[in-house]
């Protein structure tokens, strides 16, 4: 198992999928309600992200 629960890293993929398809195809939008639905996934990556990186290290910069 990695430093992410699965469905956070698949989340993750889901955004890269999605910046991708907006790089190469202008005319690609995302529906608000699409964007609506992950905040909440993305949110509690950013939490696991920032006590992955300032946890090791303490509260230095923040």
Known sequence: MGLLP?????????????RDEADYSPEYEVSRESV??????VEKFNL???ELVFGAVGDVGR
């Open 6 to 18: 699965v469905e956070l890293a698949k989340m993750y993929n889901k955004l890269m999928d999605l």
């Open 36 to 41: 609506i639905e992950l905040i909440p996934a």
């Open 48 to 50: 696991i992200m920032e």
